[in-house]
């Protein structure tokens, strides 16, 4: 470190710190990325030099240049040629770039990803935050902290790497990838570079995933056909069908402009495949979807039965819930009629939208199925993209293995809890210092009480009298901000665990991602204690005041289960019916309840809690005859009103496997229940539901 001279600070994450540093001997800028060892896993860290490794062989003008790197005991830093500018930065100042300076951005990046194709190394996370711009304003593709330097033998990835705004839908539907999928992400780069946000842009995971599996593009009319054409060309659905690198250097759009480097590799990526190996690479790809299939089915045999117990703090929760030009154009007209973006069969209807100003032709089709809910909010979905922050590039889980003393933090926490209850909010009105409170629920080594500690103390301004409802707004939108619920079910999650299972390393690094982590083992019932039950509890409490107040945090809600992949933890909590606390039931039942009320665009959640396979015989299936005559009125309450939504945003073949004589009968019966408010919604139910041909055909 006493070669450089430390200017200032150029960003922070969760690696560590980025800093502006002079070279001592040579009096030039580069960048010092210092990452810390302490908290990190094997597997981290061994990610970390797999990145210094990938990067050190890189050399090409368009890629940040890396000098040197070196270890301390405890840090590992890296250093880097130094770029002036961030294309983000740009993006936020004015919004989106015309076509003439795109176009030379796209000539830099294509020339950094065909030299990285070249050499058989996949970026896997390219996005605009990952761009640099030097003092010539030449694009430079840095951050390879998800590439992989593919061996001779590799022909398509599994694991799930990237940013979801930026991932091709293979990778959404957890298909196995290659090169391809760098290809649509440049894609999706370029299009948000010309129209300021990426061509699919929501603040749900959920309705993203549901827009790159089935929506088509918005096309701009303003842009040239080569730029057209090379957009289609990359942006297509079916990888099989996006440009080759072939058809890509000998595209109008880009060719005579592309920076070429010998490689290295004998078998590039760039290269049309023999034959033999076009064979190897499928059969490579079968055997990853049986492989994955195996893991699934491996995953759902290892949960365990578990349960909760305890006394709640007390809530009230809602019951509802273009000689070049012309031959471009032709071959963008025919990748329309190929683009799986577009039905080949469908009938198109083009109706004019707007982003920015700018005039777009929607291309319509009649086969958008169960889409078609979704799209009164397609032009508010893509301005969304003016909003730098998108949640999604901030909803991570990353985990926090620092060492945690528990006594510490009760004092704390209990210190805090008495300020807020005394009046003083400020530790829950300003995000910093809310993100310190929250930090325990992502953090493996922190006990049940404190988990518990902070559940209350989040409760606290809910229920204590004298807040004004100014303060509630602010602590609402505070929440929001440092995802609340999203680390509550995060710490669900970690609580459950078990601990001798070696599955930290799925979780430290940031997941970007919709999909589901690796199987992962937990707890048996008989391992849980009555502390475990009361911290499950609270936490339930807790997320179901939440969403009832606000829709966002039902959002967020909803992302955390795909994110995480709880189905089988949400299935497993609603069929203890048998336990003596009751209350953790009734809570999910009202935030799904509330879930299909409100989006019910979500509502698939359900389906894959209630159809989750259950090989573990030790966990039984939801059972909605028990829940009917269970003692606990708010239970049988809570049941009826699910019910009546189920009905109304659940498929019939799904409805069906549920219901039977038992639960008709039992419904009815709650008609004369001798509560009233049970009385009230199982007449509610019933008059709901016995129009309904199932309904009808039960006897």
């Not at 983000?88 to 989106?96: E, I, M, N, S």
């Not at 030299?115 to 951050?143: G, M, T």
């Not at 999928?181 to 549901?210: K, V």
Request: glycine share 4%; aromatic share 8%; proline share 4%.
């Amino acid at each position: 470190m006493e070669k450089y001279e430390v200017i200032g600070t150029l960003g922070e994450g969760s690696f560590g710190r980025v800093y502006k540093a002079k070279q001592r001997s040579s009096g030039s800028f580069v960048a010092l990325k210092v990452i810390s060892k302490r908290g990190r896993s094997v597997k981290e860290l061994k990610g970390f030099r797999r990145e210094c490794e990938i990067q050190r062989d890189l050399h090409h003008p368009n890629i940040i240049q890396m000098l040197d790197s070196f270890e301390t005991e405890n840090e590992i830093v890296v250093i880097t040629e130094f770029a002036h500018k961030e294309l983000t930065g740009v993006l936020g100042k004015v919004g989106y770039l015309s076509e003439d300076k795109v176009q030379k951005i796209v000539w830099d990046l294509v020339s950094a990803l065909y030299y990285l194709h070249s050499n058989r190394v996949l970026h896997r996370d390219l996005k605009p935050q990952n761009i640099l711009l030097d003092i010539n304003n030449a694009a430079k593709l840095c951050d390879f902290g998800f590439a992989r330097n593919m061996s001779t033998g590799t022909h398509v990835l599994t694991s799930i790497k990237g940013t979801p705004l930026y991932m091709a839908p293979e990778l959404i539907d957890e298909q196995p990838y290659d090169y391809t999928a760098d290809l649509w992400s440049l894609g999706c780069i370029i299009y948000e570079l010309l129209m300021g946000s990426p061509p699919f842009c929501t603040a749900s995971i959920l309705h993203l995933i549901r827009l790159i599996r089935h929506e088509q593009i918005q096309w701009p009319t303003f842009l040239s056909d080569n730029c057209i054409s090379f957009l289609k060309g990359l942006l297509q659905k079916n990888p099989l069908k996006r440009l080759t690198w072939e058809e890509i250097l000998e595209h109008p759009f880009v060719k005579g402009h592309i920076i070429i480097v010998t490689n290295t590799s004998a078998q590039p990526l760039t290269r049309p495949l023999s034959p033999n190996t076009s064979h190897a690479k499928e059969q490579q790809r079968k055997e990853s979807i049986k492989n994955k299939l195996v893991k699934i089915s491996s995953k759902n045999n290892e949960v365990q039965e578990q349960t909760t117990s305890c006394k709640p703090i007390k809530m009230k929760t809602s019951k509802q819930s273009d000689s070049s030009s012309i031959e471009a154009n032709k071959k963008s007209l025919n990748q329309d009629s190929q683009n799986n973006n577009v039905p080949e069969n469908s009938t198109k209807n083009t109706t004019p939208s707007n982003i920015n100003g700018k005039t777009l032709i929607v291309e319509e089709n009649s086969l958008n199925l169960n889409l078609k809910k979704d799209n009164s909010k397609n032009t508010e979905t893509v301005n969304l993209g003016n909003q730098r922050k998108s949640s999604l590039n901030t909803f991570n889980f990353i985990e926090d293995n620092q060492p945690i003393e528990t006594d510490e933090w009760i004092v704390f926490l209990t210190k805090t809890i008495q300020e807020v209850i005394n009046g003083e909010m400020i530790s829950l009105t300003q995000s910093t210092q809310t993100n310190v409170l929250v930090s325990p629920l992502k953090n493996p080594n922190a006990s049940p009480k404190v988990i518990s500690f902070v559940t209350r103390l989040l409760s606290i301004p809910f229920v204590v009298k004298g807040v004004t409802s100014s303060c509630l707004l602010e602590i609402r939108k505070v929440y929001s901000e440092v995802k609340v619920v999203p680390n509550l079910v995060y710490a669900i999650k970690l609580l459950l665990r078990d601990s001798g299972n070696d599955s930290s390393s799925d979780t430290t690094s940031p997941i970007n991602s919709p999909l589901p982590l690796s199987a992962e083992r937990y707890r048996r019932l008989s391992e849980l204690t009555n502390e475990d039950f009361q911290t499950l509890e609270y936490i339930f409490m807790l997320i179901a005041h939440l969403v009832h107040l606000d829709d966002e945090f039902l959002i967020q809600f909803c992302d955390a289960v795909v994110v995480l992949s709880i189905y089988l933890l949400m299935k497993l909590f609603l069929s203890f019916t048998y336990k003596t606390s009751i209350r953790i039931v009734t809570d999910i039942l009202a935030v799904l309840t509330r879930l299909m009320s409100r989006l019910p665009e979500n509502s698939d959640v359900i389906e894959k809690t209630l159809l989750s396979s259950v090989d573990n015989q030790e966990m039984k299936q939801v059972n909605f005859v028990d829940l009917m005559r269970h003692s606990d009125s708010l239970l049988r309450e809570r049941t009826c009103y699910f019910l009546i939504w189920f009905s109304r945003t659940q498929q019939l073949n799904v409805i069906k496997m549920f219901w039977n004589f038992t639960v008709k009968d039992t419904l009815e019966a709650l008609v004369y229940d001798s509560i009233e408010t049970v009385r009230n919604a199982a007449e509610y139910a019933v008059s709901e539901l016995k129009n309904k041909d199932y309904y009808k055909e039960v006897k």
